[in-house]
Nanobody
Framework: QVQLVESGGGLVQAGGSLRLSCAASGLTFSSYHMGWFRQTPGKEREFVGVLTRSGGNSYYADAVKGRFTISRDDAENTVYLRMNSLKPEDTAVYYC???????????????????WGQGTQVTVSS
């Protein structure tokens, strides 16, 4: 049974930083690309970024490019989302996800992912 557990969310002032973690279990973690999404009330879930299984390539949404970085530690079965220069519009629930085998790079749409975490709230105050 695949489980993804996000942590590290919280309240931060604009311009600040946070690092989210996503601990995975029940799968061969190193075999999968890992993605991050976010969602605000009343809106659809939005792609943030994706990292290859090797950790050697990544792809980000324009809204976060240059500010957010995804990394992974396969020994810990954990993927991270480092968020710098946070803005109030980054406020959302953030989700990690495991890509669907056979999906095409970059895995942007939600249907390219099979498993999701429960999410962690990030609030950026102005």
């Amino acid at each position: 049974q695949v489980q993804l557990v996000e942590s590290g969310g919280g309240l931060v002032q604009a311009g600040g930083s946070l690092r989210l973690s996503c601990a995975a279990s029940g799968l061969t973690f190193s075999s999968y690309h890992m993605g991050w999404f976010r969602q605000t009330p009343g809106k659809e879930r939005e792609f943030v970024g994706v990292l290859t299984r090797s950790g050697g390539n990544s792809y980000y949404a324009d809204a976060v490019k240059g500010r957010f970085t995804i990394s992974r530690d396969d020994a810990e079965n954990t993927v991270y989302l480092r968020m710098n220069s946070l803005k109030p519009e980054d406020t959302a629930v953030y989700y990690c996800a495991v890509d669907r085998p056979g999906s095409s790079w970059p895995q942007v749409p939600e249907y390219d992912y099979d498993y999701w975490g429960q999410g962690t709230q990030v609030t950026v105050s102005s």
